[in-house]
Each structure stands twice: as C-alpha cells, then as structure tokens.
C-alpha cells in the first residue's frame, strides 16, 4: 500500500498563474481532505471531498477549488496565485465507513507539495 | 467555535528523559483527538488517534491520554531520543457531521544527544 501520494512535491509559480496539485489516497479510503500550512503554522482546513462532491469548506476564497474523481483522486486548483498563496499543501485520505473496533475517520497524511510563488 | 492550544510551544531536552506536550481544547464535544508528527519541510504522519470514548492510547514509547471534562489531552514520550526530534501537532475533530480537524500550532521538540 502506498499510502496517500501527491504530485508534484515542489513547484514555483508566478503570481497570476493557475496551478493543479493531486493527491492519490490511500487505498480503502474515499474521502480527501486539503490543507494548507504555512511555515510556522499550523495547517488550515480548506475543503473536504466525498462522493466526488464538496462536503465541507474552510474560510479560503473561490480562487481554491477542488474536484475528486470516480476513482477518489482529488485536485486542487488555485487561480490568480498571491504571494501569500505560498505553503506546503497538505492532501490527507480517510474511510467514511466506521469498521467496528477501528479507529474511524482516522486521517492519514500525503508528503504535501511544496508551492512558491514569486 | 473549537480552538485547540498547545503547551509548550518549544521544547528542548537532554536524551533518556520523560517528556510531557500538553493540548487543550474549548468545546469537549469532540468525535477524536489526533496527534501528529512533522519532521521539517515533510507531511504530517499519524501517532495516535484517542477516540471520544476512550481514555487512552498506547504506540511504543508514546502514550496519549484524553480528559475530555477539562478539555485536555497529553501526549507522554517515555525515554526521549535525539530521532523524535520534530513538531507535534494535535488536532481535534467535532461531534456531529463536521469532518475536518482542527489543530494546534504544535509543540516543537529537541532532544539533544
């Protein structure tokens, strides 16, 4: 099992630009959820996707919005990039089915992609 | 609305001691309590998960433990090494049909060989 992948790990945009980040979950799990952390801080929930559709969103602006594929893949897109838009973005996969005696809901964490934008 | 606080922001300790990272939280009607690692510029990996109803949880040298009455949670590390050097964070998550965590700033740590 590879667990939760996401691609790429480093990218450097411009400000104004568009970028797409994805994240592969782990296998068993159908629900993605991203974050954003920022140097120092500590991660910001920015949307959760379930059954292919937005369940839950954070306080991030329209520029960030996301899509999960039949096969639970996600991505996250962000338009018009700020300065401030810099951070490791966090994709973490977790089951929406409680398994008896299991820890539920458990949310396991990708390596994150690193974005820079100058 | 949930905060979650963590006690103390930094820690440096020598190798071989016991260590406690405390993390509280306002609203007690939490669905679990998580506690992470993250090494620098790296994701986050999962140590324990204290479900609502339970008290504790045990991996190897660490052991989590939840008092949800006081809205606290402890993450011990016995017999600390210069490898668990890295942030914790901890992050809760609500009752109800709210899924996304909620989380601390973390406490980073130094064990200094």
């Known amino acids: 099992d590879a667990g939760v992948t996401q691609s790429p790990t480093h990218l450097i945009k411009t400000r104004g630009q568009q970028v797409t980040l994805r994240c592969s979950p782990k296998?068993?799990?159908?629900?993605v959820s991203w974050y954003q952390q920022a140097l120092g801080q500590g991660p910001q929930f920015i949307f959760q996707?379930?059954?292919?559709?937005?369940?839950q969103r954070g306080n991030f602006p329209d520029r960030f919005s996301g899509h999960q594929y039949p096969n639970y893949s996600s991505e996250l897109n962000v338009n018009a990039l700020l300065l401030g838009d810099s951070a490791l973005y966090l994709c973490?996969?977790?089951?929406?089915?409680?398994?008896?005696?299991?820890?539920?809901?458990?949310?396991?964490f990708g390596p994150g992609t690193r974005l820079t934008v100058t | 609305k949930q905060e979650v606080t963590q006690i103390p922001a930094a820690l440096s300790v020598p190798e071989g001691e016991n260590l406690v990272l405390n993390c509280s939280f306002t609203d007690s009607a939490i669905y679990n309590l998580q506690w992470f690692r993250q090494d620098p510029g790296k994701g986050l990996t999962s140590l324990l998960l204290i479900q609502s109803s339970q008290r504790e949880q045990t991996s190897g040298r660490l052991n989590a433990s939840l008092d949800k009455s006081s809205g606290r949670s402890t993450l011990y590390i016995a017999a600390s090494q210069p490898g668990d050097s890295a942030t914790y964070l901890c992050?809760?998550?609500?009752?109800?049909?709210?899924?996304?965590?909620?989380w601390g700033l973390g406490t980073s740590l130094a064990v200094n060989p």
């Open positions: 973490a996969s977790s089951s929406n089915i409680m398994e008896p005696g299991q820890g539920s809901h458990e949310q396991y």
């Open positions: 296998s068993g799990h159908d629900t």
């Open positions: 996707y379930y059954e292919e559709e937005e369940r």
């Open positions: 992050a809760s998550r609500n009752a109800g049909n709210n899924r996304k965590l909620i």
